[in-house]
């Protein structure tokens, strides 16, 4: 038996690495823009982070669409039968947009009412209100374009993502200096307002060249049949079960953030700035996720089971030894991270207090990512869900319930988080062990 290669793993996983941190990098290019601005920093900076996990929320449930196109047709690339879902594609894009435009006009409509629901109040909740209603116009933008990367990972390429999304993150970068600090008498400062429009027209780009790499290379367009593809229903369907997964996931994040919020705006900046970068962390680490979702849909579709247990650990040790070097960056400028994104002595303080506990739990993230991705390429979206709900309201709300009790504020949240991961991770590795390792 030969053995997924190290380079063949690479050639999906490294450009994936590179997409998969272009949306996370313009949150934090966002978060360090908006958090050194002269006019009200640390509010704009909570009501930035609250935006972005309301908008991340909603990105991950609609986008495990991408998931599930990815899982079928890497399998059927893998058994020879990708002419069955040529039709499937654009169906899947239509419905995408459909959804989406959907969700922004009532989102938009109630912006008010959703983030009072996160504790917002007075100048944070009218930031957070103003950013959310100009970032929201980029939802179906984001959607579409996620639905054509799954696309390009089941055919097993990811450089196509990957030249859009570091396009979409330069754009977004000098966007944001430009139109968040203005250029004198031409552009005025439009600050927090300044990086949502550079954020919205980043995602416009990463969209239009998506469509481009979509018709000129590959097998598929966008002309809709009249007649629905018969992988359309499975594909919904193994959608609906991530989506509850992602739903009990985002629910994890909005108690944390609205944990944070209820403990004052110095803690809410801090705790943006600390799930953004773990968020920065999670996508780089799920570049390796990627390879082992389109590979290992691809094995499954050649019945490759010893190959697929070999990959598992391989891809494992990669992702491993990547989040290892992320956490020695950062030991390396633990003090000089925090003044990237504010400079206020109060958000720092809280901020460097709790660091720590993101970087230790970053190899148990990289193995419950890997195992996410592996099975997701399998198609094992009910086993995913199953294991998410139970982390989250046997794992996580229970810690965070206890620790925020006896007093611990985002200590609090973060023990809660790694409790969370290890539950996560966990499972999935003993049962993988037990169904594919027999086999």
């Known amino acids: 038996m030969k053995k997924v290669s190290f380079s063949e793993i690479n050639k999906i996983a490294v450009p994936a690495i590179f997409a998969g941190i272009a949306e996370p990098f313009i949150s934090l290019t966002d978060m360090a823009v908006i958090g050194n601005v002269t006019l009200n920093p640390v509010e704009a900076l909570g009501a930035a982070g609250i935006v972005g996990s309301f908008l991340s929320a909603l990105i991950w449930i609609l986008a495990q669409t991408k998931t599930a196109i990815s899982t079928i047709i890497s399998q059927h690339l893998g058994a020879h039968r990708l002419f069955a879902v040529k039709t499937l594609v654009p169906q899947v894009i239509l419905l995408n947009l459909l959804i989406s435009l959907f969700l922004y006009f009532i989102t938009a409509t109630f912006a008010t009412q959703i983030f009072e629901a996160y504790e917002a109040k007075g100048l944070i909740l009218t930031y957070a209100v103003d950013y959310y209603q100009i970032r929201a116009i980029g939802l179906p933008l984001t959607l579409v374009t996620f639905a054509i990367f799954g696309v390009f990972r089941g055919l097993q390429n990811t450089y196509w993502a990957m030249k859009c999304s570091i396009t979409a993150a330069i754009i977004n970068i000098g966007l944001d200096y430009l139109l968040v600090y203005g250029l004198g008498d031409i552009i005025p400062a439009m600050h927090l307002k300044g990086a949502a429009y550079a954020s919205l027209m980043a995602q416009l780009v990463m ?5 481009y790499f979509l018709i000129k290379k590959t097998p598929f367009g966008l002309k809709i049949k009249k007649s629905f593809n018969p992988k359309l229903k499975p594909l919904y369907l193994m959608a609906a079960n991530l989506f509850v997964r992602t739903a009990a996931l985002n629910f994890a994040i909005y108690l944390a953030n609205k944990y944070a919020t209820n403990y004052g705006a110095n803690y809410i900046a801090a705790q ?18 990627s390879a082992g979702n389109a590979i290992g849909g691809k094995l499954l579709g050649e019945k490759s089971y010893k190959k697929l247990w070999t990959l598992s650990k391989d891809i494992s040790k990669y992702a491993v030894i990547i989040a290892i070097l992320l956490i020695c960056v950062c030991v390396l400028f633990y003090n000089q991270i925090g003044l990237i994104f504010n400079k206020d002595t109060a958000v720092l303080t809280i901020f460097s207090s709790v660091f720590w506990i993101v970087l230790l739990m970053q190899p148990i993230n990289a193995i419950a990512f890997i195992y996410d991705g592996i099975f997701k390429g399998l198609g094992r979206a009910k086993l995913l869900r199953n294991v998410l709900l139970i982390a989250t309201f046997l794992g996580f709300v229970p810690t965070l319930l206890l620790t925020d009790y006896l007093g611990w504020k985002l200590y ?7 409790v969370w991961m290890i539950l996560r ?10 169904h594919y390792l027999a086999k």
């Open 412 to 418: 609090a949240i973060w023990a809660a988080f790694f």
């Open 272 to 289: 943006s700035i600390l799930m953004n970068i773990w968020l920065f962390f999670s996508f780089f680490i799920d570049g390796y996720a």
């Open 425 to 434: 991770g966990g499972i999935l590795v003993v049962y993988f062990k037990k």
């Open 207 to 211: 969209l239009l060249m998506a469509v």
